[in-house]
């Protein structure tokens, strides 16, 4: 629901840098897998309790995910590019819940459970619905260029990184926060398939 907006606000300095390392022969596939690295350290961090300084790689991995992308558009994007990065994401956000999990199963294991199956289903919304609107050559660029149809939601990558960070900063909560994210999930992936249903029902 936030990322247009997100990306007319962030994608102009990020495309600035991206020019830059571009230039300076960086690959935006390296930032992708850099990114992941970051990223899947965050969640361990997260595992060990230590949610501070997670929520520090947390960040930098989520920049590392912009600039790739802004890294692609400066030089030659390319379709596996696209891949890498999607399921680098995918990856990245089924680590974190995990991550809460070990941390305290007692406490967590049932609502991050929850939240893991809901990430699981929207996602398969998500890229079911791209697959679709690849076959039937539909466009849009309201996310920014990507290499997938990007359909909308409740729920996108703006709000997902805003709920890591609340988490991170509110670690206790983590049960609570899950079960509503969680839920919503659901929510934007019943929204994509009555979407899809109405779009795609007709073929």
């Known amino acids: 629901m936030l990322d247009a907006a997100a990306r007319?606000?962030?994608?102009?300095?990020?495309?600035?840098?991206g020019r830059r390392l571009a230039a300076l022969g960086v690959g935006a596939d390296a930032v992708t897998l850099v990114g992941l690295a970051m990223g899947l350290l965050s969640a361990a961090l997260i595992a060990?309790?230590?949610?501070?300084?997670?929520?520090?790689?947390?960040?930098?991995?989520?920049?590392?995910?912009?600039?790739?992308?802004?890294?692609a558009r400066a030089g030659r994007s390319t379709d596996f590019g696209g891949y890498l990065?999607?399921?680098?994401?995918?990856?990245?956000?089924?680590?974190?819940?995990?991550?809460?999990?070990?941390?305290?199963?007692?406490?967590?294991?049932?609502?991050?459970g929850f939240l893991l199956a809901s990430f699981y289903v929207n996602g398969a919304t998500f890229l079911g619905f791209s697959a679709l609107a690849e076959?039937?050559?539909?466009?849009?660029?309201?996310?920014?260029?990507?290499?997938?149809?990007?359909?909308e939601g409740i729920l996108e990558g703006t709000e997902t990184i805003l709920f890591f960070i609340l988490i991170c900063l509110l670690p206790?909560?983590?049960?609570?926060?899950?079960?509503?994210?969680?839920?919503?999930?659901?929510?934007?992936?019943?929204?994509?398939?009555?979407?899809?249903r109405k779009i795609f029902g007709k073929d």
Do not use: Q
């Open 135 to 151: 076959r039937h050559k539909m466009k849009t660029e309201v996310h920014g260029k990507k290499s997938l149809y990007f359909s």
């Open 172 to 196: 206790s909560n983590f049960a609570t926060f899950a079960w509503i994210f969680g839920a919503l999930c659901f929510v934007t992936a019943v929204m994509r398939v009555l979407g899809a």
């Open 8 to 17: 007319r606000l962030i994608d102009p300095p990020l495309d600035a840098i």
């Open 48 to 71: 060990a309790g230590l949610y501070s300084l997670a929520l520090v790689f947390l960040l930098a991995s989520r920049l590392a995910d912009g600039l790739d992308g802004a890294i």
């Open 85 to 112: 990065d999607i399921t680098a994401d995918f990856l990245f956000y089924g680590a974190v819940p995990l991550a809460f999990i070990i941390a305290d199963p007692a406490a967590n294991g049932a609502a991050g």
